[in-house]
T-cell receptor, first 110, second 114 residues
Framework: DAKTTQPTSMDCAEGRAANLPCNHSTISGNEYVYWYRQIHSQGPQYIIHGLKNNETNEMASLIITEDRKSSTLILPHATLRDTAVYYCIAVKTSYDKVIFGPGTSLSVIP | EAQVTQNPRYLITVTGKKLTVTCSQNMNHEYMSWYRQDPGLGLRQIYYSMNVEVTDKGDVPEGYKVSRKEKRNFPLILESPSPNQTSLYFC?????????????FGDGTRLSIL
């Protein structure tokens, strides 16, 4: 599986968009980019995933560059409840184990 | 509500006393997996199951057992727990339908082995 790198931490003002970057320069053609988050020590929560095209759901948007070497998770209107560690991973199939790196610790500030 | 349920959520026990952490999902998922999460080590896979009666080792299976007799349940068994198994444990499940489906995680079980 491709290795991903993310900034260690980020701050975002409440109500503003939070843009979380992820680099995955060694991603292969059949690997999906997934985003999960973990609030405190709760179970990781799935956010969104994509292969090539940009994706949007009720939680977030995922922008994947044309060369697929990086992506950005966008939380359009961050709230205090979005404070969490966000993980970007690359997986091939539904059965791949989830390997989280350190992730990005997002702090949403009032 | 679609969910993965783990029990107990917290447990403090002593070395050598057998324990079982249960995991149940109500989404008819084929794939289930156990992870442990430790500070600085991230999430590590213990065992996984592709379907009923099919299980395989993950990265850190030593000291653990699993079984998958029913599709919805995937218990994690510690036959003789030791202090190095003190950790935060997560169960996850995923559907095999479609090429790629996300994993759904339980709320975690915090085990302390004294």
């Amino acid at each position: 599986d491709a290795k991903t790198t993310q900034p260690t931490s980020m701050d975002c003002a409440e109500g503003r968009a939070a843009n979380l970057p992820c680099n995955h320069s060694t991603i292969s053609g059949n690997e999906y980019v997934y985003w999960y988050r973990q609030i405190h020590s709760q179970g990781p929560q799935y956010i969104i995933h994509g292969l090539k095209n940009n994706e949007t759901n009720e939680m977030a948007s995922l922008i994947i560059t044309e060369d697929r070497k990086s992506s950005t998770l966008i939380l359009p209107h961050a709230t205090l409840r979005d404070t969490a560690v966000y993980y970007c991973i690359a997986v091939k199939t539904s059965y791949d184990k989830v390997i989280f790196g350190p992730g990005t610790s997002l702090s949403v500030i009032p | 509500e679609a969910q993965v349920t783990q029990n107990p959520r917290y447990l403090i026990t002593v070395t050598g006393k057998k324990l079982t952490v249960t995991c149940s999902q109500n989404m008819n998922h084929e794939y289930m997996s156990w992870y442990r999460q430790d500070p600085g080590l991230g999430l590590r896979q213990i065992y996984y199951s592709m379907n009923v009666e099919v299980t395989d080792k993950g990265d850190v299976p030593e000291g653990y057992k699993v079984s998958r007799k029913e599709k919805r349940n995937f218990p994690l068994i510690l036959e003789s727990p030791s202090p190095n198994q003190t950790s935060l444990y997560f169960c996850a499940s995923s559907s095999g339908q479609g090429y790629n489906q996300p994993q759904h995680f339980g709320d975690g079980t915090r085990l302390s082995i004294l």
